[in-house]
């Protein structure tokens, strides 16, 4: 079945170690995002890329950094955890249409913990 | 930017009965309308959704509304189940790449 997929599903991590979270895509969509989803929350974006162009949200610290090797692929990198940085990361793919909105289908998420 | 409020932030039901719950969005621009149904532990799931060029979309016993004068957009389900409890999240886009701008969030518990 074509689906988002997000490795790992768990991810414990020190203060200020760096971690990396994966997600890969069989849908073949071109474009992937980036959620953070805090305890009794609504999901917030981080960035996207539109292929590979990248677009951060203005409000997403430097600490986050995002690579897509290519269109399956795509990557968050947190340089230096800080303990409000423990939260569910969701990566979401769509293909992006020209006019009127595109579905978005979410991997299953990383629970990011920071000891 | 777009801001999407949702009502109510608790909800139970009885098995059997029906839940409705609301949302409001501020962008006109705004015309495409996904409700995503999300469990404990995983990630959000697409149950139903609606462009701006229709008023009402029905799957079984899932149904959304869409106001667009009034700026507003409901999820109905009929003959809950307790299967249903999650936490649903309504969200508005503009289109295209956008991404989607997210309610808070309704947390339903079906009594059995």
């Known amino acids: 079945d074509a689906m988002v997929i997000q490795n790992p599903r768990y991810q414990v991590t020190q203060f200020g170690k760096p971690v990396t979270l994966s997600c890969s895509q069989t849908?073949?969509?071109?474009?992937m995002y980036w959620y953070q989803q805090k305890s009794s929350q609504a999901p917030k974006l981080l960035f996207h890329?539109?292929?590979?162009?990248?677009?951060n949200e203005a409000d997403t610290p430097d600490n986050f950094q995002s690579r897509r090797p290519n269109t399956s692929f795509c990557f968050l990198d947190i340089r230096s955890p800080g303990l409000g940085d423990a939260a569910m990361y969701l990566c979401?793919?769509?293909?992006?249409?020209?006019?009127?909105?595109?579905?978005?289908?979410f991997g299953p998420g990383t629970r990011l913990t920071v000891l | 930017g777009e801001n999407v409020e949702q009502h109510p932030s608790t909800l139970s039901v009885q098995e059997g009965d029906s839940a409705v719950i609301k949302c409001t969005y501020s962008?006109?621009?705004?015309?495409?309308f996904p409700w995503y149904k999300q469990e404990l532990g995983k990630g959000p799931q697409l149950i139903i959704d609606i462009r701006s060029n229709v008023g009402e979309k029905k799957d079984q016993r899932i149904a959304v509304t869409l106001n667009k004068t009034a700026k507003h957009f409901s999820l109905h389900i009929t003959e809950t189940q307790p299967e249903d409890s999650a936490v649903y999240f309504c969200a508005a886009s503009k289109g295209g790449r956008r991404a989607l701008t997210f309610g808070s969030g309704t947390r339903l518990q079906v009594q059995p």
């Open positions: 849908l073949n969509h071109n474009v």
């Open positions: 890329y539109y292929d590979k162009d990248f677009n």
């Open positions: 962008d006109s621009a705004s015309n495409y």
């Open positions: 979401a793919t769509s293909r992006a249409a020209p006019s009127g909105g595109s579905v978005q289908f």
